[in-house]
C-alpha cells in the first residue's frame, strides 16, 4: 500500500547507544519530515527535507541527524541517546506541505533508559 | 514565524451532542491551517485544510470549519458528536501555501459521553 513506512515500531536504547529510525515512502514526495511527539507539547520538528541532498533544521535538532540520499528514504539517527529523547516519533512527506499538509507514517515508540 | 493555540486542553460532550474545538493562530502571511486527528496509538490523519480558498471547509467524517480572519480562529465543529470521534485532535498552520515548515499546536482531547 502507498504510504510512509516506519520502522521500527518499538524500540528501547539504553543512554549513549546510537540507532536509526527508518523512514520510507512511495508517493514520489519531495518533502520529507521528521517530528516528534511529547505529551502535552504537540509535535515538533526535528529536520525536513526538501528533496533528495537537501536537509535543514527544524525547532528542536540536538543530537539527531538525517541525511538525504534518495527522494524515498529519509533516516533519522540518534547520535548518543539520551532519555530526553524518550519520545514518538513520526515520519511525514507531502508534495506540497502548505498546500496539502504531510501525510504521516505509523511512528515509532523510543524509550531510553 | 507563525504560531498556533489551542483554547483547550480536553473537550467532553455526550454523544450526539455538537462538538466545538477552538484553535487561534498567529501568521504574518497568509496561512494555511490544517486540522489533523489522531486516535489512540495511532498516527495523525488529516482532517481538513485551508488554502485561501472558501473560508468554510469541509473535512471528512462530519467535521467542518470555518477561517475568520478578523478573529485570527480556526474552529473545528460537528453538528452531532459519535463514539468514533474520541481522539486527539491537532490544529496546524503553514505560514502560506507554499511553505514546508508546519506548526503544530499542543492539542485537544476529545472524550464522548454515552
Known amino acids: 500500500n502507498a504510504g510512509v513506512t516506519q520502522t521500527p515500531k518499538f524500540q528501547v536504547l539504553k543512554t549513549g547507544q546510537s540507532m536509526t529510525l527508518q523512514c520510507a515512502q512511495d508517493?514520489?514526495?519531495?518533502?520529507m519530515s521528521w517530528y516528534r511527539q511529547d505529551p502535552g507539547m504537540g509535535l515538533r520538528l526535528i529536520h525536513y527535507s526538501v528533496g533528495a541532498g537537501i536537509t535543514d533544521q527544524g525547532e528542536v535538532p540536538n543530537g539527531y541527524n538525517v541525511s538525504r540520499s534518495t527522494t524515498e528514504d529519509f533516516p533519522l539517527r540518534l547520535l548518543s541517546a539520551a532519555p530526553s529523547q524518550t519520545s514518538v516519533y513520526f515520519c511525514?512527506?507531502?508534495?506540497?506541505?502548505?498546500?496539502?499538509?504531510?501525510?504521516f507514517g505509523s511512528g515509532t515508540r523510543l524509550t531510553v533508559v | 514565524a507563525q504560531s498556533v493555540t489551542q483554547l483547550d486542553s480536553h473537550v467532553s460532550v455526550s454523544e450526539g451532542t455538537p462538538v466545538l474545538l477552538r484553535c487561534n493562530y498567529s501568521?504574518?502571511?497568509?496561512?494555511?491551517l490544517f486540522w489533523y486527528v489522531q486516535h489512540p496509538n495511532k498516527g495523525l490523519q488529516l482532517l481538513l485544510k485551508y488554502t485561501s480558498a472558501a473560508t468554510l471547509v469541509k473535512g471528512i467524517n462530519g467535521f467542518e470549519a470555518e477561517f475568520k480572519k478578523s478573529e485570527t480562529s480556526f474552529h473545528l465543529t460537528k453538528p452531532s458528536a459519535h463514539m468514533s470521534d474520541a481522539a486527539e485532535y491537532f490544529c496546524?498552520?503553514?505560514?502560506?501555501?507554499?511553505?514546508?515548515?508546519?506548526?503544530f499546536g499542543t492539542g485537544t482531547r476529545l472524550t464522548i459521553i454515552p
Open positions: 511525514a512527506s507531502s508534495y506540497s506541505p502548505g498546500f496539502s499538509g504531510y501525510t
Open positions: 501568521s504574518s502571511y497568509s496561512p494555511s
Open positions: 508517493m514520489n514526495h519531495e518533502y
Open positions: 496546524v498552520v503553514s505560514r502560506d501555501f507554499g511553505n514546508e515548515k508546519l506548526t
